[in-house]
């Protein structure tokens, strides 16, 4: 069985960083692809980037681009989101997601058939 676990959300002022770790178990050898995806209160899920198992494949959202980095550590199972330049909009409780694939398409943006971890807090407040 899948099973996904966040940790690193906190508080922090509007233009400064946190990296959100993803660590991931269950999978047995099959190609998958995992990522982030975010709510924000009163808001739908949305997600905002997808990394391939091998890396190879990657993709963000325009609302993170340029500011947000997906990058995996496979010895340790674990999927990073190092987020730069925060702004107060990024407050949202952020989740890990994974699902079977090979490319980070248009697709990884459903929220259908993905296993989901539970969630971690980022407030971007003074």
């Known amino acids: 069985q899948v099973h996904l676990v966040e940790s690193g959300g906190g508080l922090v002022q509007p233009g400064g960083s946190l990296r959100l770790s993803c660590t991931a178990s269950?999978?047995?050898?099959?190609?998958?692809?995992i990522g982030w995806f975010r709510q924000a209160p009163g808001k739908e899920r949305e997600g905002i980037t997808c990394?391939?198992?091998?890396?190879?494949?990657?993709s963000y959202d325009h609302s993170v681009q340029g500011r947000f980095t997906v990058s995996r550590d496979d010895a340790k199972n674990t999927v990073y989101l190092q987020m730069n330049s925060l702004e107060p909009e990024d407050t949202a409780v952020y989740y890990c997601?994974?699902?079977?694939?090979?490319?980070?398409?248009?697709?990884?943006?459903?929220?259908?058939?993905?296993?989901w971890g539970q969630g971690t807090q980022v407030t971007v407040s003074l």
């Open positions: 269950g999978f047995t050898g099959h190609e998958y692809l």
């Open positions: 990394i391939s198992k091998s890396g190879s494949s990657n």
């Open positions: 997601a994974a699902e079977s694939g090979w490319i980070c398409g248009t697709s990884w943006y459903n929220l259908e058939n993905k296993y």
